[in-house]
């Protein structure tokens, strides 16, 4: 995503791969949510969780 500026940005989620007792492997992702800003307030009852950029490498380590 980019800010009004032109920046990117980044939301939190979460992914898995899986085996469905059926034998195929399922892929699934969510984006994770939080209440609205006051922004956001009139259009939602929640919204994307927005990274800080200075959390993005530590949400995305695995180790």
């Given at each position: 995503?980019l ?7 980044a939301?939190?989620?979460l ?13 699934s992702?969510?984006?994770i949510?939080t ?7 009139p ?19 695995m180790g």
């Amino acid at each position: 995503m980019l800010t009004v500026d032109g920046r990117p940005f980044a939301f939190a989620g979460l992914w898995d791969t899986w085996l469905a007792p059926t034998g195929q492997i399922i892929n699934s992702c969510v984006i994770i949510t939080t209440t609205p800003t006051k922004l956001m307030e009139p259009i939602h009852n929640r919204m994307p969780v927005i990274l800080p950029k200075d959390m993005e490498s530590l949400w995305l380590d695995m180790g």
